[in-house]
């Protein structure tokens, strides 16, 4: 029976091994033990025992050459035995091996690449997520952990406190200050800024040729819109009820209020829609922070809502009006108009049946709400009267794709078309 | 209770377990005509013989290895180094043989024993007679590292060290040995104190100041002193590094949300290091303050009476510590 | 405490001793079915190690693996005399001795392959075996470190008054480290049960002993009044007579013995080092392996002596190969460790409080 020569293991280290010199020719005669070639290890230079007899039929490797632990190198057989099988077997193996010891050579090799390939993917994937204070460069604020946690806990910006701490660091005992003092608005005013707030979405390759791509036809924000016509119907029997409830109290709800809260619920749910493009990555917010256009004497702005989809709509709707009432006295601070997520824009109180409205950058999407109508609508094969509303999106398609749009709509629909699902 | 020494705690450990246990017997260089170099084990050889109180030559890895070989078929070793400074010649014994010995035997040889005697400085001994050497021993697993600071922990630990199943490292303070405390009557019944329990020995709530061994009562002193500024400190001991008692420490830190480490060693690559280490990585969100260290200065102990004071951690340097770590200046 | 055992260790009891063979033959005392015994437990070492080289040489053994090849007969010789219930040490090269006292092919086989059913459970590998049971104390791994345990293990011995011995194996090379004159010091002092044989190989590694000490092996132990003997350790049946004197001495307290056992190591020192090179000719190791093979001259001598024929050796060598592909078989079958195992066996004793491993294992 032949027996295969490889290439073996000389060394604890040795992956390749070099023939220095082959000691036996083709054609010798071969006994178990003899020395059949020296071979150049990572080490020194070690003795190739043959381990079986016969005739050294084939030598495989020529002085010189180099092959890998494993592969096959010579063939000792019986004069005449036929081995034509193992010296092609051989001839496509060199450096590679061959038989069962070579296929987990093999595989060991594959997983070392795969392996490289995580390492080298790994820095990449380090960079995507980069901390926001850097990226803010001047806004980083110094904080101990603990004061970071408490003014998160408390609602607290840090930006608003003084640091005590060497530095300016902002350590424990200055956020118990502020607690005790105040901080005017705190628990409304915070910007996501914890980790927790949001998820950081690393650009796939699509995703960055879409962006450059529609940015080239459209103009720096590619904006695609997609609008609903919804039944309002159960919505103005709900705020009717809502109304009558909170008649006690002298308040009183709009189908704003309505739209917002509904919006700020859906957006929950669709966190794609709920983000910013950040020019290398996407940032998801995990709070809601609704931005509501507000039209003032000379111009817009937008108040936000700060965790409006925890808020309950006549929470919501106070303090729209409170912020729009000092928005129109132009009495709002920064952190007031900025930070949202995501806005909305009605122009129904005009009359306007739909309208498209523009993006906020860095925001991914606005809704432009229409009036509130009752309009002909078939149903059943019957034309009906219904209290009918249209709402358009409008969608930053380098963040936003068509198909996200249209489910985030539909779910705010199924809001509004059966308020009662809020509750499920 | 009664008051009696660091030392005397010791030999009463030392003499009660080799009454209840016949395997247990003492070894090292002085320990049986001359008492023992710091007299831990006076009287042993007259209760004991020679056969279980031995006088070794000077030869440090010879009988720690020796020791190992008597543990690895069942005896309780307890090996005397006169201090750990010459321990260093038996690294080897303790490090390839005691530490390694149950695993790479796949769990077939324990080795049960107990490697005792003073670290640190004590009074212008210099470099080579002052060296702390707790961390090299800490690093490697397979042993255990005690430290006790009073003359109740020293016999409770070193009982419960004779009693354990793997090697452990048993550290003393040269400048303990006469040190004072209450200790449980040996009437009273078997007095032993599990490893792996710290001992909150002053309680704060301000600040704590985390340590072991000699330096616990560096510690109790700073604590004294802030108290008077109205600063209230707890002091824990660790008393074990391994098992090491990581949720006293956590307990105290998220209790006071700042930390000074202090120990008689070096800081760099110190037991200090470990401790900052854990801290920060479990208990981060309730730090107010970065974990600050108390050590010995990084250079070998001098002789010169002011150099050494300058060199050893120092009841002013804890202080200054533990007011930086609570912002006042 | 393992109760101590008196009868004769099972090697020297098969057969009777009655039976002479030829008087000038130095053959007096064993019979031919101990002599054969011999000669099947030498062969079994050697086919042993042959394997190990072969399954080092396709990878399924890794890391250091140091071959007995050549110095069988120091195993044999020495540890066969012992009782059961005697205690081994040796340093790294440490295989055959592991099967001369008593551990099985299999189990052994398994713990170069690094698998579970090792002796060791895959965690110790080629330099430490060890065999608690068998008394097999253990391969160690840094050169000298053996020799202060066994001086412990035959305080422990003195300690309990029994009358077992304990081996302790080192190489030539360990008689330079401080650890050999502190373990012989003590040895000779406290009279300990302590035979120390050098397999004394000429070279520690690559450097032949004469350029690294002044006096030849059997003199270093001088200094430490531990009587020294030097034997031919290729002779089997001179080493065997040697250690049962020296065994009786030991047992009847008379303490520590020396021996400068004179073998050759056939291969390299270790699988990544090569036979012959800088420190030793092709011509040297050619010439040792014609005259010093400790099988062929046990061979010889029962052939010279008509105790044996060629088909009894075949027969012999027949069952050594099938006990050695059993063996690897057995290591083949057996599993690797689990995962679990990486932190099992670094304590006997896992402490009810506190934290013992710090890389967040018992976090």
């Known amino acids: 029976m032949a027996t295969k020569v490889h290439m073996e293991a000389l060394s604890p280290t ?325 930070g949202g997520t995501f806005s909305v824009s009605n122009l129904g109180m005009f009359g306007i049946e739909d309208f498209t409205a523009v993006i906020n950058p860095p925001e991914a999407g606005i809704l432009a709400v229409g009036a509130l109508e009752e309009r002909p609508v078939a149903r059943d094969g019957e034309v009906i009267i219904e209290p009918r509303m249209k709402i358009t999106m409008s969608c930053d398609h380098r963040v936003i794709d068509g198909a996200q749009g249209a489910r985030f709509l539909q779910s705010l629909t199924g809001i509004l078309e059966e308020p009662l699902a809020a509750l499920i | 209770m009664a008051t009696i020494t660091y030392r005397e705690a010791l030999n009463q450990a030392l003499s009660e377990e080799m009454r209840r246990d016949e395997s247990v017997f003492l070894m090292g260089e002085e320990v049986a005509e001359y008492d023992g170099a710091y007299k831990v084990s006076k009287g042993l050889l007259d209760e004991f013989g020679d056969r279980r109180v031995v006088d070794t030559p000077i030869s440090e890895l010879g009988f720690a290895g020796l020791g190992v070989g008597a543990a690895m078929v069942g005896l309780r070793p307890v090996i005397e180094f006169m201090t750990f400074n010459f321990a260093f010649l038996a690294l080897d014994q303790i490090l390839n043989s005691a530490a390694k010995m149950y695993y790479m035997s796949g769990g077939q040889i324990p080795v049960p024993m107990v490697f005792r005697g003073p670290t640190g400085a004590a009074l212008q001994l210099s470099s080579q007679h002052s060296h702390a050497c707790d961390t090299y021993y800490a690093h490697a697993p397979g042993l255990k590292l005690v430290r006790p600071a009073t003359p109740a922990d020293a016999k409770g630990l070193l009982k419960a060290s004779i009693r354990d199943a793997d090697p452990v490292i048993f550290m003393e303070g040269e400048m303990l040995y006469n040190l004072k405390g209450e200790v449980p009557d040996p009437d009273d019944g078997d007095f032993v104190i599990p490893l792996g329990v710290a001992d909150l020995k002053h309680e704060g709530g301000d600040v704590s100041i985390i340590t072991h061994g000699s330096t616990v009562h560096l510690a109790l002193q700073a604590a004294k002193k802030l108290e008077k500024d109205g600063i209230h400190a707890d002091v824990l001991d660790l008393r074990s590094l391994r098992p090491l008692d990581v949720d006293a420490i956590l307990e105290s830190v998220k209790k006071t949300n700042r930390a000074v480490y202090l120990e008689e060693g070096w800081p760099y690559v110190g037991i200090g290091a470990q401790i900052v280490a854990t801290i920060q990585e479990e208990a981060f969100d309730h730090l107010d303050a970065p974990v600050l260290r108390v050590c010995q200065a990084d250079v070998p102990m001098p002789y010169a009476k002011n150099l050494e004071q300058l060199a050893k951690p120092s009841v002013d340097r804890v202080i200054e510590a533990c007011n930086r770590v609570l912002y006042r200046s | 405490m393992a109760e101590t055992k008196t009868e004769k260790s099972k090697k020297a009891a098969t057969g009777s001793k009655s039976e002479k063979s030829g008087v000038e033959d130095g053959l007096e005392g064993f019979s031919k079915e101990e002599l054969h015994s011999f000669l099947k437990e030498m062969l079994l070492y050697r086919r042993f190690e042959e394997k190990a080289e072969e399954a080092y040489a396709i990878g399924k053994i890794g890391g250091f693996c140091h071959l007995h090849i050549g110095q069988e007969a120091v195993a044999l010789g020495f540890i066969g005399p012992l009782r059961d219930d005697d205690y081994v040490f040796t340093s790294y090269r440490d295989h055959t001795q592991g099967l001369a006292k008593g551990l099985k092919p299999g189990p052994v086989m398994a713990e170069l392959y690094g698998r579970d059913g090792g002796c060791s459970r895959g965690k110790g590998g080629s330099m430490h075996i060890f065999g608690a049971e068998e008394g097999f104390l253990g391969g160690h791994g840094i050169v000298g470190g053996q020799i202060p345990l066994a001086a412990g293990v035959g305080w422990a011995i003195r300690y309990r008054e029994e009358d077992r011995v304990c081996l302790c194996y080192l190489g030539d090379a360990a008689v330079n480290q401080g650890a050999f004159h502190e373990a012989l010091n003590m040895s000779a002092v406290w009279k300990l049960p302590v035979i120390y044989v050098v397999e004394n190989n000429e070279y520690g590694m690559g450097t032949h002993f004469e350029r690294v000490s002044a006096l030849p092996v059997v003199e270093r132990a001088k200094g430490t009044g531990v009587p020294a003997h030097s034997i031919d350790g290729q002779d089997v049946i001179a080493t065997w007579r040697l250690m049962e004197e020296l065994t009786e001495k030991a047992r009847n307290g008379e303490g520590p013995q020396y021996v400068d056992a004179r073998t050759y190591r056939f291969k390299g020192h270790s699988m990544s080092d090569p036979v012959h090179g800088v420190y030793r000719t092709k011509d040297e190791v050619e010439e040792k392996k014609k005259s010093e093979d400790p099988i062929v001259v046990l061979r010889d001598r029962l052939f010279d002596a008509d105790l044996l024929s060629e088909d009894e050796l075949d027969a012999l060598d027949e069952q050594v190969v099938e006990i050695v592909d059993e063996a690897v078989e057995f290591a083949d079958n057996s599993p690797f460790p689990e995962d679990e195992e990486l932190y099992t066996h670094t304590y006997a004793e896992i402490n009810e409080h506190g934290r013992l491993f710090f890389d967040g294992r018992d976090r």
């Open chain 1, 14 to 338: 040795m992956e390749e091994g070099q023939v220095v010199k082959w000691l036996k020719a083709e054609g010798d005669e071969i006994a178990n033990g003899d020395v059949l070639a020296e071979i150049e290890t990572d080490k020194a230079t070690m003795e190739l025992v043959a381990r079986g007899e016969g005739i050294l039929q084939k030598v495989l490797l020529d002085e010189g050459g180099t092959a890998a632990v494993g592969a096959l190198i010579a063939v000792i057989a019986e004069d005449g035995e036929d081995i034509s099988d193992l010296v092609s077997e051989g001839d496509d193996a060199t450096g590679e091996g061959s038989g069962e010891e070579d296929e987990a050579a093999a595989k060991e090799g594959e997983e070392e690449e795969s392996k490289e390939e995580e390492a080298e993917a790994a820095p990449e994937r380090d960079k995507a997520p980069a901390p926001e204070e850097g990226e803010e460069g001047d806004g980083r604020v110094k904080a101990s952990p603990l004061a970071r946690r408490l003014a998160a806990d408390q609602g607290i910006e840090l930006r608003s406190i003084e640091g005590s701490g060497p530095g300016g660091r902002v350590v424990k005992r200055d956020v118990e200050k502020a607690m005790e003092e105040g901080v005017p608005d705190a628990p409304r005013t915070t910007a996501p800024d914890s980790e927790e707030d949001y998820v950081d979405v690393s650009l796939s390759q699509m995703r960055k040729t879409i962006a450059k791509r529609l940015v080239e036809s459209l103009g720096p924000v590619p904006h695609f819109f997609l609008t609903v016509d919804v039944d309002m119907s159960r919505a103005v029997e709900a705020r009717k009820r809502v109304n009558a409830l909170l008649e006690k109290e002298g308040k009183k709800i709009s189908f704003n209020d309505i739209v917002l809260k509904a919006t700020a619920m859906a957006l929950r749910k669709h966190p794609e829609c709920n983000a910013h493009w950040r020019e290398d990555h996407v940032r998801r917010f995990n709070r809601v922070h609704l931005a509501v256009a507000v039209a003032i004497d000379d111009g817009l702005i937008t108040p936000v809502v700060r965790d409006a989809d925890r808020k309950g709509m006549a929470e919501i709707s106070a303090e729209v009006r409170e912020l729009a009432g000092r928005a129109r006295e132009k009495k709002l601070k920064p952190e007031e108009y900025s």
